[in-house]
């Protein structure tokens, strides 16, 4: 019961710009699904949660392909650099953390990717020190924004580095 009430706090912020006549179903859907993840009648799936979290506040503009396609992307890039073996680690560990190291180095440095255009240097992503709170616009919390804009948050950036560890 606890883990409803809060799920219904952490969705109403998204509901108060959605105009009133979709945001119920919207507000609906999306709690159902995330509801069904908690009572066990769907596996739990923090991507899948944040997307639909995200996609109820954006009124279902956000394409799943999409989202996906990029968390794979991102991921692709990190598994190449842990095939790179530039990453030095003895420890029993060594898996997961080179995992951890190849996820920080993507986030915080640039990388050169080789793509059917040729090497391009990917970026790395940095903090929104202009609304880093969202109180500009909710939307800058996001994990769909700091994959457009490259700029995240406190939220945003952990929860991009989860998705991509997972």
Request: charged share 15%.
């Amino acid at each position: 019961m606890k883990l409803k009430f809060l799920l219904f706090l952490f969705l109403i912020p998204f509901c108060l710009s959605i105009k009133a006549q979709n945001a119920e179903q919207i507000y609906c859907n999306a709690y159902n699904s995330i509801d069904s993840m908690l009572v066990e009648t769907k596996p739990l799936n923090f991507q899948q949660a944040v997307f639909t979290t995200e996609n109820a506040y954006f009124e279902n503009r956000i394409s799943p392909n999409d989202f996906d396609n990029i968390i794979h992307y991102y991921t692709s890039i990190c598994n190449g650099i842990i095939a790179s073996k530039n990453i030095v680690y003895p420890e029993k560990d060594k898996e997961k953390a080179t995992a951890q190291c190849a996820v920080f180095l993507f986030m915080t440095d640039s990388i050169p990717v080789t793509t059917n255009e040729g090497v391009v240097m990917h970026t790395p992503f940095a903090y929104n020190f202009d609304d880093f709170a969202g109180q500009k616009d909710w939307s800058n919390m996001f994990v769909s924004t700091l994959m457009q804009t490259k700029k995240g948050n406190c939220h945003s950036l952990p929860y991009l580095y989860k998705m991509i560890m997972d």
